[in-house]
Antibody, heavy 119, light 113 residues
Framework: EVQLVESGGGLVKPGGSLRLSCAASGFTFSDVSMSWVRQPPGKGLQWVGRIKTKTDGETTAYAAPVKGRFTISRDDSKNTLFLQMNGLKTEDTAVYYCTADPIGAHRNWGQGTLVTVSS | DIVMTQSPDSLAMSLGERATINCKSS????????????LTWYQQKPGQPPKLLIYWTSTRESGVPDRFSGSGSGTDFTLTISSLQAEDVAVYYC?????????FGQGTRLEIK
């Protein structure tokens, strides 16, 4: 059974940093592109970015609102996906989901971790 | 960026009725290389993460009831629930993954009348 478990969320002040992790199991992590999707409280889904497999160069892509501030990386030896978030803004407040994208679409989702940016 | 627009924003139907949700993209999401539309549908129930329902416009994900179906091509797409069940109460999102940035529709809230 595929499992994705996010961690690392919490309360941070504007301008601060946070690193989210997503522990994956139940599939061959190194073979699958992964993404982060976020959902502000009471709002819709926003794609944050994705990282391809090592075979595809671990290429990353980001949404415009986070480009230059957020970095997605992966450690295939630990089956773990990361989201390093710097220069956090109040508008980054959201539940952050990691997803596994073996077919391009977000097939599997974690339960999410809440990031609150507030002074 | 490809803008995804869903209609309606909310929908209230009776049990057993047919529900239709529309999704329009600002540009075609049809790939000429494989003739596939890069359009997916997700269902999100309260307090839960989204769940993949349909990908490639009309391919139902494993385990999804066959009352859910997707159709369309190019820029106009539809999610149909043939006979509404109580457990279908949720917010439904379309998404294009044809080009970066990947974009979602604003969501359609489906309720029971």
């Amino acid at each position: 059974e595929v499992q994705l478990v996010e961690s690392g969320g919490g309360l941070v002040k504007p301008g601060g940093s946070l690193r989210l992790s997503c522990a994956a199991s139940g599939f061959t992590f190194s073979d699958v592109s992964m993404s982060w999707v976020r959902q502000p409280p009471g709002k819709g889904l926003q794609w944050v970015g994705r990282i391809k497999t090592k075979t595809d160069g671990e290429t990353t892509a980001y949404a415009a609102p986070v480009k230059g501030r957020f970095t997605i990386s992966r450690d295939d030896s630990k089956n773990t996906l990361f989201l390093q978030m710097n220069g956090l803004k109040t508008e980054d407040t959201a539940v952050y989901y990691c997803t596994a994208d073996p077919i391009g679409a977000h097939r599997n989702w974690g339960q999410g971790t809440l990031v609150t940016v507030s002074s | 960026d490809i803008v995804m627009t869903q209609s309606p924003d909310s929908l209230a139907m009776s049990l057993g009725e047919r529900a239709t949700i529309n999704c329009k993209s600002s540009q075609s999401v049809l790939s000429s290389s494989n003739n596939k539309n890069y359009l997916t549908w997700y269902q999100q129930k309260p307090g839960q993460p989204p769940k993949l329902l349909i990908y490639w416009t009309s391919t139902r994900e494993s385990g999804v009831p066959d009352r859910f179906s997707g159709s369309g091509s190019g820029t106009d797409f539809t999610l149909t629930i043939s006979s509404l069940q109580a457990e279908d109460v949720a917010v439904y999102y379309c998404q294009q993954y044809y080009s970066i940035p990947i974009t979602f529709g604003q969501g359609t809230r489906l309720e029971i009348k």
